[in-house]
């Protein structure tokens, strides 16, 4: 383990479903992130959290809300999802916002939308 | 805001070869270099970065070069290994504060072949 738990590893859920995903790190760390990954296209940016606060939301919609209680957790609640959204949803977090020391990365959550 | 293009997509060289991939970047600003390796249903891991007060930075079969002028990087695998076989990002950023996030490449995935 890195250092970046997240759970659940798989998700299936349905359009009219709500779920949450969960991310959780020991490392100290005061950023944390939630990236989208596709298949054939870049890692995404979808959220960032300094210090609990969110600094961050690249137009993302209105269906992946986050949550920030404190600097070692962070949630995705998903609600309404479309299959589109079906893909790899990775947490990061790192010592700040700014990445000079990189980023540690969760092993992911697959989320299938059905 | 910044856009990172990396080529080849895919890449397939026999053991014993070297591999290298190519990243340019648009953001003159950006001055944080950082390269990951997914192994397949795995997290992203960081292997190797390059900040650009840096002209080239090597450790052991893996080195990266910076060109600030043409704003592009690349990354040089020599002696490749069948464990080598990944997807590779290079990423760039700012460095520091709401600028520091990474903005990543598609990936190129690396087939070393025995």
């Known amino acids: 383990e890195t250092g970046v738990t997240q759970t659940p590893r798989h998700l299936v859920m349905g359009m009219t479903n709500k779920k949450s995903l969960k991310c959780e790190q020991h490392l100290g760390h005061n950023a944390m992130y939630w990236y989208k990954q596709s298949a054939k296209k870049p890692l995404e940016l979808m959220f960032v959290?300094?210090?609990?606060?969110?600094?961050e939301n690249n137009s993302v919609p209105s269906r992946f809300s986050p949550e920030c209680p404190n600097s070692s957790h962070l949630f995705l609640h998903l609600h309404t999802l479309q299959p589109e959204d079906s893909a790899l949803y990775l947490c990061?977090?790192?010592?700040?916002?700014?990445?000079?020391?990189?980023?540690?990365f969760g092993s992911g959550t697959r989320l299938t939308v059905v | 805001g910044e856009n990172v293009e990396q080529h080849p997509s895919t890449l397939s060289v026999q053991e014993g070869d070297s591999a290298v991939i190519k990243c340019t970047y648009s953001d003159s600003a950006s001055n944080y270099f950082p390269w990951y390796k997914q192994e397949l249903g795995k997290r992203p891991q960081l292997i190797i970065d390059?900040?650009?007060?840096?002209g080239e930075k090597k450790d052991q079969r893996i080195a990266v070069t910076l060109n600030k002028t043409a704003k592009h990087f690349s990354l040089h695998i020599t002696e490749t290994q069948p464990e080598d076989s990944a997807v590779y990002f290079c990423a760039a950023s700012m460095g520091g504060g709401s600028q520091g996030n990474l903005i990543f490449g598609k990936g190129t995935k690396l087939s070393v072949k025995p």
């Open positions: 390059i900040r650009s007060n840096v």
């Open positions: 959290y300094s210090l609990e606060e969110r600094v």
């Open positions: 990061a977090s790192s010592q700040g916002t700014g990445s000079y020391y990189g980023y540690t």
